[in-house]
């Protein structure tokens, strides 16, 4: 099956900018999406299609794809975005169909 | 407003049963597929089944085939999980979520998502 590799954690300091990044065989040729979540909180959606921010996300979040790795930025980070951070791809040659990341726990120093 | 109340999760023994139901509301919830998404105590997120919109079609992850059951009752606008057989490796907060499927490029993401109600199997 599919396999989605992300850094476990990743600190950066309040207003400077934080990538995460996603990696996967040719993921450049799926769309990735991305979920924040924070603790004891359900996951929500940041980012879509690579790089479409659903209503209601700060421009600070952008995302983009190419290769073999996927990427999510944030920039100007904020305490608040203090949260763990999942990628997510469709599968459908894959019996899981939905695949997820393994995660990264973003800290704000 | 969009909205998504899971409930029926408990402690329960290996080998036992548990039913868990998802409320939805703010959409038309007889238009969408739906998933079932698992997340274990300080772990990642796993996919676990989704429905089609008119429960025609279901898929399952391999690991919990043939024990769990995923249904819904569009007229109550809600969906289900019977869980049977259950084991320890499927304790883990169990969210239900609404799926998105685009096209041109194909793929699908969930949005919104549930709460969460916590399934723990454990004697």
């Given at each position: 099956s599919y396999v989605l590799t992300q850094p476990p954690s990743v600190s950066v300091a309040p207003g400077k900018t934080a990538r995460i990044t996603c990696g996967g065989?040719?993921?450049?040729s799926k769309s990735v999406h991305w979920y924040q979540q924070k603790p004891g909180q359900a996951p929500v959606l940041v980012?879509?299609?690579?790089?479409d921010r659903p209503s209601?996300?700060?421009?600070?979040f952008s995302g983009s794809n190419s290769g073999n790795t996927a990427t999510l930025t944030i920039s100007?980070?904020?305490?608040?975005?203090?949260a763990d951070y999942y990628c997510q791809v469709w599968d459908s040659?894959?019996?899981?169909f939905y695949v997820f990341g393994t995660g990264t726990k973003v800290t704000v120093l | 407003e969009v909205q998504l109340v899971e409930s029926g999760g408990g402690l329960v023994q290996p080998g036992g049963s548990l039913r868990l139901s998802c409320a939805a509301s703010?959409?038309?919830?007889?238009s969408y597929w739906m998933s079932w998404v698992r997340q274990a105590p300080g772990k990642g997120l796993e996919w676990v089944a989704n429905i089609k919109q008119d429960g025609s079609e279901k898929y399952y992850v391999d690991s919990v085939k043939g024990r769990f059951t995923i249904s819904r009752d569009n007229a109550k606008n809600s969906l289900y999980l019977q869980m049977n057989?259950?084991?320890?490796?499927?304790t883990a907060v169990y969210y239900c979520a609404r799926e998105v499927i685009a096209v041109a490029p194909d793929s699908a993401w969930f949005d919104?998502?549930?709460q969460g109600t916590l399934v723990t199997v454990s004697s």
């Open positions: 065989n040719n993921i450049g980012i879509y299609y690579d790089s209601g996300i700060p421009e600070r100007r980070v904020e305490a608040g975005d203090e040659s894959s019996d899981h | 703010g959409f038309t919830f007889s057989s259950l084991r320890a490796e499927d919104p998502w549930g």
